[in-house]
């Protein structure tokens, strides 16, 4: 394990009937790991079924592309209103001239990726810096977009991605009678929402309980995140390293399952309990949540 960050993935475990989970307590030796597992090859969840099949039943994926075409070092892009821009420069690269509509992938550069991130910052989904780079936080919340707006979570941004970035969300709150200031947890899309005055104010992709069967340290149990109505109890700033592995900025809302930042937040439920996001995002989620604040966590994982 490299100091100071998660651990390295083990196999997922099989799954079990029993549903006892202890990640362990705040201030304990016994916290998260980046994947539960039991030290032996065995049934694991494929980043393919969350990506694809589980969003077959609310919304057809998206399977359209902006008009963009990439070759010789000209880019050609259609924009949600009808403009048309050519842009040179390095094929796959957004160059400096580039405008909403774009087509983008990770791994991509410019001014085009620029606004994204200032259009996403926008939407409080992004809260890393407007670098111009198509990052992993970068992807990270375009996938949080797609999923507030029943999309199928993907890397690419196209003309779907740009026309709901000129939209309002139209999301229905999990508890529309909850606290004013609220997490909302929601298990079956793995997404987030913060409220402040009943305005959704943040959102998040996010990564619960696997629920599989693990072992660690001679211990056993099951991966879950309980289904329920929670305060934040305890607050752990910075990194934190335990049995399971490293949390950043934890915020425990019952025994030792927390929200907390992580460097592995993949497209399936991976973790052991706890509710692991995008680091830069879990930096601004640590600012704005304090101690009593109520956490609701619905649905169940597909």
Not at 50 to 72: E, F, L, N, V
Not at 168 to 173: D, H, K, N, Q, V
């Amino acid at each position: 394990m490299d100091p100071g960050r998660p651990g390295a993935d083990r196999a997922d475990a099989r799954r079990s009937k029993n549903r006892w989970a202890d990640a362990g307590r705040p201030g304990s030796r016994w916290v998260e790991r980046d994947r539960p597992g039991t030290g032996r090859a065995g049934a694991s969840r494929s980043d393919t079924r969350w990506s694809d099949a589980r969003w077959t039943d609310t919304r057809r994926a998206d399977t359209r592309r902006a008009d963009t075409t990439r070759a010789g070092g000209t880019q050609t892009s259609t924009t949600p209103t009808g403009t048309t821009r050519t842009d040179t420069g390095q094929a796959g690269s957004a160059s400096t001239g580039a405008v909403a509509g774009a087509l983008l992938r990770p791994g991509d550069r410019g001014e085009a990726v620029r606004l994204l991130q200032r259009r996403l910052h926008a939407g409080h989904y992004y809260y890393g810096k407007i670098n111009g780079v198509y990052d992993e936080q970068t992807k990270f919340a375009v996938w949080a977009l797609q999923k507030n707006r029943r999309m199928a979570p993907k890397g690419e941004v196209g003309r779907q991605v740009w026309n709901a970035l000129d939209k309002p969300a139209r999301r229905r709150p999990l508890v529309p009678n909850g606290g004013p200031d609220r997490v909302e947890i929601n298990l079956r899309d793995q997404f987030l929402t913060v409220y402040r005055d009943r305005k959704p104010v943040l959102f998040s992709h996010i990564s619960t309980g696997a629920e599989v069967r693990y072992c660690e340290g001679g211990r056993c149990g099951t991966a879950i995140t309980p289904v329920g109505d929670f305060r934040v109890q305890t607050r752990a700033p910075g990194w934190t390293t335990g049995r399971l592995g490293s949390m950043f900025n934890s915020l425990y809302f019952t025994g030792g399952i927390a929200m907390h930042g992580s460097t592995k937040v993949p497209l399936r439920p991976a973790s052991h309990g706890c509710v692991r996001l995008p680091i830069e995002t879990s930096k601004r989620l640590y600012e704005m949540v304090k101690v009593g604040e109520p956490v609701y966590v619905r649905g169940k994982i597909m």
